[in-house]
């Protein structure tokens, strides 16, 4: 099992002339050769070697050009202890870390792209977690989530979808609650959730930022955008109707990818996707299209777009289906489907990781250490 913050031990330093020269080095250089690493327990690892080289993690100066997202894997215990399970597809290979996390211990999660995790526990408490730092931030109970006499599987339901979102250099935790899909948001420090007012019925299902604004999706496909900045309350506008003739399809996601807005839809028949592009100017979706040098990473709640490299290969999706019918059964096989976009074929892969106990959502998530 990895501790993820202690993943190497000092060594002495050698009476070789060449590895004096190692950790004599100047400052920048270390920076520079720091961020050619891409996964951040290999830059745990290289912090590690020695008290010069620690300086680039204490002054966080770790930045490297690929953020490589882990698929957070379900629930699982090793005697008393709580195991979560971490999938890393890096350049070269896929690893599986096991980190205890009892900070999520029962809890429901949902990833984000900005190091948090977000967990729901069965007294709906909600908190952002670090699991690399052990970091918590506790987040304003709702008040339309303290109904008592709850079943569990009720408790489960209650928030269909959390979000993390970055506006205007701010984070904002946005959260689609209760049967009506409705929207709350609270930004760091706020004591209460702000609801989101719609003049007319919604049933949401994905929220993105782009361009600093916030857009959410309904049930239908319809693209709303959240008007944040009224001085009264913030409101929903309405900005555009689905794409013409689409239909058949399992989900929606909405993502922003190499600056532009992409609606994705997924369809039952073999995990087949289509990609639209959104065209501002004519407020409509554009006929089906490729994503070039990226590829988007698809969980059951959300969707992340990265560069291709390494393991992700350009022009492809990466789908983690979550096939759990309710909180009470465990999920015992985990697959991931990847899904050509130009050949329109996909391919599953079953994930090599240990059976999980209960609440096994997989859920994509960017590792950050600060």
């Not at 609650?177 to 929207?183: A, I, M, S, V």
């Not at 009224?230 to 909405?254: H, I, Q, T, V």
Request: charged share 15%.
């Amino acid at each position: 099992m990895v501790n993820p913050l202690i993943v190497g031990r000092r060594r002495r330093p050698s009476s070789s002339s060449t590895m004096a020269d190692w950790l004599q080095l100047p400052y920048d250089l270390v920076v520079l050769i720091a961020n050619q690493l891409f996964e951040v327990v290999d830059f745990l690892s290289f912090s590690a070697v020695c008290r010069s080289w620690r300086l680039v993690y204490l002054n966080k100066n770790w930045i490297p050009s690929h953020h490589i997202p882990w698929l957070m894997l379900g629930e699982y215990t090793e005697g008393d202890v709580s195991i979560r399970q971490f999938l890393s597809l890096s350049l070269t290979q896929s690893k599986v870390y096991k980190f205890p996390l009892t900070e999520a211990n029962g809890c429901r999660c949902w990833g984000t792209s900005h190091g948090w995790v977000v967990t729901l526990s069965q007294g709906f408490a909600i908190r952002l977690v670090n699991p690399l730092t052990r970091a918590c931030l506790n987040l304003p109970q709702h008040p339309m989530l303290r109904t008592h006499g709850l079943v569990e599987v009720d408790w489960f339901a209650a928030i269909q979808k959390t979000v993390v979102l970055k506006v205007q250099d701010e984070f904002v935790t946005m959260v689609i609650y209760g049967h009506n899909r409705c929207l709350a948001f609270a930004k760091h420090g706020d004591g209460a959730w702000t609801d989101v007012l719609f003049s007319f019925p919604v049933c949401l299902i994905n929220i993105v930022c782009f361009k600093d604004k916030v857009m959410a999706l309904t049930i239908v496909g319809t693209l709303i955008l959240i008007d944040m900045e009224r001085p009264d309350c913030p409101r929903a506008l309405w900005l555009a109707s689905p794409p013409e003739d689409e239909e058949g399809w399992k989900n929606m996601y909405l993502v922003e990818s190499s600056e532009n807005l992409l609606l994705v839809l997924r369809y039952n028949h073999h995990f087949m996707f289509k990609v639209y592009k959104f065209d501002i100017l004519k407020r409509k979706w554009m006929a089906p299209v490729d994503l070039g040098n990226s590829s988007l990473l698809i969980d059951d709640y959300g969707c992340t777009s990265v560069s291709a490299c390494g393991y992700f290969k350009p022009n492809c999706i990466y789908f983690a289906q979550d096939n759990l019918g309710s909180s009470v059964l465990p999920q015992q096989e985990q697959n991931m489907t990847v899904y050509s976009i130009k050949d329109h074929n996909s391919v599953d892969y079953q994930i090599n990781a240990n059976p999980t106990t209960c609440y096994a959502c997989p859920v994509w998530m960017t590792p950050s250490l600060w």
